[in-house]
């Protein structure tokens, strides 16, 4: 009876938003009479960040500080349209359309600014903080606020603008499956470490080690957010989690957080990540999302490093202790498991 | 813990921007850390009530009979729902954007279908007056046989589970119950292949356990509205759904959400919000139905089991020649979104790697479970655990390395993809050699030295030329839209792509919305609207 | 039949009166009106809803109102040191220690309470004090960093 070390790997790639449908979402960017600006939504933030993503965007996009940028959702009078926050689709499909709508406001401010410095909208530029000015000639500027001001008492212009984002429906084959599921795509590369105990069943994982290609990071910390807690509900998944402990039987389901088991802080491990960004063409800032793909690889690169410790093949999650006795006690009787022709 | 390697891939970013890239804080964090970030239930109201629904303890049965008049006069109750209550009690999700038949009830009538499923709504004033209410309602029942096993549910003979789709599986295309990917030859490329491995593999159903269990609070409004602040995840899907359900137009509904306690796919399935609508309306009161944490464990919708098969056919060298997938999504008794995630599952098929010759089959079957939803990784977790678990097989049957293994096969800027797109902006031989060179996993140097960026295409864009289907005539009279399925699911004869010139991996022109009604409900969605028709 | 409670919330008096066997979570959020606390499971096993009573942390949800009538009950709406934040509070900011946000009310009350007993907590003292305490977003990882950023930042200020 011991416990033995083992490491497994995995490589995956997801597509990012809804391949079915029609995927489209909507925005709507306004300035107050002071140059502070509002993003109007109807998408959920359920933890993802879709409040801080969309604001980032969107300061970026209009040249202004993100103090001065407020994403208001979701409400459904002041809202436009959004699918939902799913499928990984809210970096790419929702920054996508406050882009286009920042983009809009963004041309109507440089044109009220030109109009106060009797200049060519084209040799404007903002600076981001808060100000914008003729291109090469930082001392013949005006600062945003006055813009607004300006636009909104004296040229009666809007500040404003609409965008949407659509990545067509996709047409799927029904002889072949041939369609466009997907725009871009993330990537992934996992390795863990662990140990497995032959006398109890126990599955310790010991480290993760990840590199996750996700396009641009709009910021790096919400990435890191998503990536940390998505490989721990992937370790979850993999040896823990379901509310059908014996599938398809149906009974015995867990009612309560003390029959459901997840991993506590006491169960985690160390996680080494590296980021890669290699840029979407129609990403906003070449964007894609990590959301949903960084819990995926953690599942089979515990099952490989479990076979790598023990030996053992578990093809059926979760890889509880019961099942991982109940592999090693059947191969003491069975073949080899290869099957080569 | 994070670093970021902005050496890979340099030459096609421009590092210059000013806010974007930069770790700012989050702008709801404020709130969050005192407390004060507003979810559906931080709204007060004085004269709140409250609904819980009576569940079947019966997986299937017949409903005999349902006595009510006790629980009806049971102190604080205000009003009992029942189907029939309901203005429409038949619905599916995706019928908001044409996608299958509408085959569930919002509280079943005449049969129930799983254990839990909700029969019966108690309005009262208190969760404690419902509950005790719900004790007094008698039901009898008629068990029927149950199927619980997805290949089971496909043997002839076996249980019906839902009469709208009565041989368990769902319609694709109105002509197979399952969708097919058809690439190559893989029985030829099996015939050649050095070794062939078949396995099978079983994911589990899964829980999205967010703290914040579903629910919402429906407040009627002056001028006859409703407002109603949501837990939901897809605001507009969920306020179309209510609209449906209730028969309201949707601008009367005023739906407010947008800080949700985790979802993690649970919150899109619009479990609360027709029925707090409904019973609003019936009393006139602000009504707030949230789910307990035993029904959002059992009864809230779960990401649905799958049972994967897989093939491979694999070369000494470390080629796989090619990959058969079966697959099987277990749905539970309705459809809800499991139908689409035999889609994505499809176009997922082989995994991140060029083989020539792939063949999928993935089937949406109905069993008397609870039935399934999305969960973050919707379609591709269950798939990646049995293609990756599969590649670490192949890779020890060879005797290889099972990243260089991978990294081999990996796809590449270039290649063509089993769903006939090709690939472009590809990472997976970066991924892999980052995290070897960080864990000190051993790659030898060709393999350090592979690129996304080379290598790929030539050859290996073309694996699809002899298998092609053949393109429809240009100015072929396209099939018009009837019945379950929606017409742009349909290959249109603008997409037909002739085999010398395979399709970039670009989203196709959407296809004209299907003529009238296409399973005889109203059309009422705000996703498409009426004015593109 | 009603049953008049009261209790030292935050540091001032409130009186209410709850339904007979109503819970502290219920009786704190509909009656008092602190909605700072929040609810996951009522039935004890999620710990959302920890609050702080006489200084121990308390499942609201599954503790009898009554019971706390004449206590002192601490919930994260005065977690303030005046109008600056708690040491934890800008610990768990700074260190991206929520997601969604539901849990971290009760996360931050069981910390407060493990900080008010230990200043100078071991890792495995915080994982003993949050291990009651469900999240689904973060892995946890960032909340024991903040509670152990916390208390060092703290006990530098206090020396």
């Known amino acids: ?341 | 813990m994070l670093e970021m390697r902005k050496d890979i891939f340099a030459d096609e970013r421009d590092d210059d921007l000013r806010e974007v890239g930069r770790p700012t804080q989050r702008q709801d964090i404020l709130g969050h850390v005192t407390g004060t970030s507003a979810y559906y239930d931080d709204h007060h109201f004085a004269n709140l009530l409250h609904l819980k629904v009576l569940r079947s303890p019966h997986p299937h049965a017949r409903i005999r009979s349902i006595d009510d008049a006790a629980a009806a006069r049971a102190p604080g109750v205000k009003r009992i729902i029942r189907g029939a209550d309901v203005p429409v009690n038949l619905n599916t999700l995706l019928s908001l954007i044409q996608f299958g038949k509408d085959d569930e009830p919002s509280l079943a009538t005449e049969t129930v279908r799983y254990r839990g499923e909700p029969i019966l709504a108690v309005v009262a004033t208190s969760e404690r007056a419902a509950r005790q209410a719900l004790e007094l309602v008698r039901i009898s029942y008629d068990p029927l046989p149950a199927v619980f096993d997805v290949e089971d549910a496909l043997k002839p003979g076996a249980v019906s589970v839902n009469p709208v789709y009565p041989k368990n599986t769902f319609d694709y295309h109105r002509k197979y119950d399952h969708q097919k990917l058809r690439f190559g030859d893989v029985e030829a490329a099996f015939a050649k292949a050095d070794m062939v491995f078949e396995e099978r593999y079983q994911m589990s159903p899964i829980e999205h356990a967010p703290t914040e269990t579903n629910g919402s609070i429906a407040v009627p409004d002056t001028n006859g509205r409703f407002t109603v602040y949501t837990s939901t995840q897809a605001l507009f899907f969920s306020l179309d759904t209510s609209a449906k359900i209730n028969a309201m137009p949707s601008n009367q509904l005023h739906f407010i959400g947008g800080t949700v306690g985790g979802g993690f796919g649970g919150k899109v399935d619009t479990l609360t919000e027709p029925l707090a609508i409904l019973a609003a309306r019936l009393t006139g009161a602000p009504v707030r139905y949230r789910l307990s944490r035993h029904e959002e464990m059992q009864f809230g919708s779960p990401r649905g089991a799958e049972r994967i098969y897989i093939k491979d056919g694999v070369m000494r060298d470390g080629r796989i020649v090619a990959r058969k997938v079966r697959a099987y999504f277990d749905s539970g008794a309705y459809t809800r979104l499991s139908s689409y995630a035999v889609v994505k599952c499809v176009a997922h098929i082989p995994g991140p790697y060029t083989i020539p010759n792939v063949h999928g089959d993935v089937y949406c079957v109905f069993t008397n479970r609870t039935p399934a939803t999305a969960m973050r990784g919707f379609g591709v977790t269950a798939l990646d655990f049995a293609l990756e678990c599969q590649m670490d097989k192949d890779a020890v049957a060879i005797g290889m390395d099972p990243l260089e293994f991978r990294v081999l096969n990996a796809y590449r800027d270039g290649d063509m993809k089993a769903h006939r797109r090709v690939a472009k902006n590809c990472a997976l031989i970066e991924c892999a050699q980052v995290a070897a060179e960080r864990a000190h996993w051993p790659l030898r140097d060709e393999f350090r030295r592979m690129s996304s960026r080379k290598g790929g295409g030539e050859a290996r864009a073309e694996a699809v030329a002899d298998r092609t289907l053949k393109p429809a005539p240009p100015g072929a009279p396209r099939t018009p839209a009837s019945s379950s399925q929606r017409a742009a699911y349909e290959r249109p004869p603008a997409d037909a792509k002739s085999p010398a010139s395979p399709a970039r991996d670009m989203p196709s022109p959407a296809a004209p919305p299907p003529s009238g009604s296409t399973h005889g409900v109203r059309r009422f969605s705000s996703i498409f609207g009426t004015r593109r028709r | 039949m009603k049953t008049p409670i009261q209790l030292r919330l935050n540091g001032e008096d409130v009186a209410t009166f709850a339904d007979g066997g109503a819970n502290l979570l219920d009786v704190l959020r509909y009656s008092v009106g602190d909605l700072t606390v929040k609810g996951g499971c009522w039935q004890g096993t999620c710990g959302t809803c920890t609050v702080l009573v006489d200084g121990a942390p308390r499942l609201a949800c599954v503790t009898l109102a009554e019971s706390c009538s004449g206590n002192s009950v601490e919930t994260v709406a005065g977690l303030r040191r005046g109008a600056d934040l708690h040491p934890l509070q800008t610990a768990f900011m700074e260190h991206f220690a929520a997601q969604c946000g539901y849990c971290t009310p009760g996360m931050l009350m069981a910390a407060k309470a493990l900080l008010d007993r230990n200043p100078n907590p071991t890792r495995e003292d915080v994982v003993d004090a949050i291990c009651g305490n469900i999240c689904r977003c973060t892995g946890y990882e960032p909340i024991i960093a903040a509670i152990l950023d916390a208390a060092r930042k703290d006990a530098r200020r206090s020396a």
């Open chain 1, 1 to 341: 009876m011991a416990r033995h070390r083992g490491r497994g790997v995995a490589t995956i790639n997801y597509p990012i938003g809804m391949n079915l449908g029609g995927d489209p979402s909507q925005a709507l960017v306004h300035s107050n009479p002071t140059g502070k600006f509002t993003v109007s939504l109807s998408s959920i933030d359920l933890g993802q960040g879709m409040k801080s993503v969309t604001r980032q965007i969107c300061a970026e996009t209009l040249g202004v500080p993100i103090e001065d940028v407020y994403v208001d959702t979701a409400d459904s009078d002041t809202g436009p349209h959004c699918m939902g926050s799913f499928a990984s689709r809210g970096t790419h499909r929702v920054g996508n359309a406050v882009m286009a709508a920042a983009r809009e406001a963004r041309g109507v401010m440089m044109e009220a600014a030109a109009e106060e410095l009797e200049v060519d909208p084209g040799d404007l530029e903002t600076d981001g903080r808060g100000s914008i000015h003729v291109k090469g000639a930082p001392h013949r500027a005006i600062s945003v606020r006055d813009v607004a001001i300006a636009a909104q008492f004296r040229q009666g212009k809007t500040i404003s603008g609409r965008g949407i984002f659509l990545v067509p429906l996709s047409e799927v084959d029904p002889e072949t499956g041939e369609m466009s599921p997907a725009t871009c795509y993330a990537h992934a590369c996992q390795i863990v470490d662990v140990e497995v105990d032959d006398e109890t069943g126990d599955v310790t994982v010991l480290k993760m080690t990840s590199a996750y290609e996700l396009g641009r990071a709009i910021n790096p910390k919400l990435v890191e957010q998503q990536l940390v807690g998505g490989s721990w509900m992937g370790m979850s998944h993999a040896l823990y989690e379901t509310p059908e402990p014996y599938y398809p039987d149906a009974r015995e389901g867990p009612r309560d957080f003390n029959e459901y088991l997840m991993p506590g802080p006491g169960d985690i491990c160390p996680h080494d990540i590296i980021v890669l960004e290699r840029p979407a063409a129609d990403g906003p800032f070449g964007a894609k999302g990590p959301g949903e793909m960084c819990a995926n690889p953690s599942l089979p690169a515990i099952a490989n490093a479990i076979f790598n410790a023990v030996g053992v093949r578990i093809d059926e999650l979760p890889i509880t202790p019961e099942r991982v006795l109940r592999a090693l006690r059947a191969r003491g009787r069975s073949v080899a498991p290869s099957r080569a022709r």
